[in-house]
T-cell receptor
Framework: SQTIHQWPATLVQPVGSPLSLECTVE??????LYWYRQAAGRGLQLLFY??????ISSEVPQNLSASRPQDRQFILSSKKLLLSDSGFYLC?????????????FGPGTRLTVT | KQEVTQIPAALSVPEGENLVLNCSFT??????LQWFRQDPGKGLTSLLL?????REQTSGRLNASLDKSSGRSTLYIAASQPGDSATYLC???????????FGQGTTLQVKP
């Protein structure tokens, strides 16, 4: 069966510090991968998605970036965090090349920027 | 641009009641629609996926319907239980990359 992992589970970082959140998927190959952010009062917003290694599409202009160094690894990064980066970050995957496929979410990372 | 709206934002019902959660979307050209459940501080659990060619899907006490022409979906929960208390999110798949556009969610409280 497939599982999706995210770490860390919680993170408190000062403004201006760097960020690295990691997501890995087990039990499948060549998945589509997604990063979402859930901010208080704003709902879930798609940040990045990837259909393959090194293929990243950005949905929202921001000071965040994403990378996919391996098939089942998706990393969200920032060089300098802003207060507005606080939120709940969720990684998700779906079967590649299946546009109507179900999307599965990880447990999330709670980020607080102080 | 696809927009997804969920009404009501919050709902409180006594245990045992049947209830309906509503989701509407502005662009009927969708690939699928997915209903999720989110418990406080947790990730999303997929409940039901309806393909664009389908009218409804059922799982246990849950039934989701889709009417693309009117841009609406409903999630029906039968015989609600306190364990059903959570936030329910509707999401529309609007492109061939599988990207989802989410509604703001309906927070449900089922009182014993």
């Amino acid at each position: 069966s497939q599982t999706i992992h995210q770490w860390p589970a919680t993170l408190v970082q000062p403004v201006g510090s760097p960020l690295s959140l990691e997501c890995t998927v087990e039990g499948t190959s060549n998945p589509n991968l997604y990063w979402y952010r859930q901010a208080a009062g704003r709902g879930l917003q798609l940040l990045f998605y990837s259909v393959g290694i090194g293929q990243i599409s950005s949905e929202v202009p921001q000071n965040l970036s994403a990378s996919r160094p391996q098939d089942r690894q998706f990393i969200l990064s920032s060089k300098k965090l802003l207060l507005s980066d606080s939120g709940f970050y969720l990684c998700a995957w779906s079967v590649r090349r299946v546009a109507s496929g179900e999307q599965y979410f990880g447990p999330g990372t709670r980020l607080t920027v102080t | 641009k696809q927009e997804v709206t969920q009404i009501p934002a919050a709902l409180s019902v006594p245990e045992g009641e049947n209830l309906v959660l509503n989701c509407s979307f502005t662009d009927s050209a969708i690939y699928n629609l997915q209903w999720f459940r989110q418990d406080p501080g947790k990730g999303l659990t997929s409940l039901l996926l309806i393909q664009s060619s389908q009218r409804e899907q059922t799982s246990g006490r849950l039934n989701a319907s889709l009417d693309k022409s009117s841009g609406r979906s409903t999630l029906y929960i039968a015989a609600s239980q306190p364990g059903d208390s959570a936030t329910y999110l509707c999401a529309v798949g609007s492109s061939n990359t599988g990207k989802l556009i989410f509604g703001q969610g309906t927070t449900l409280q089922v009182k014993p």
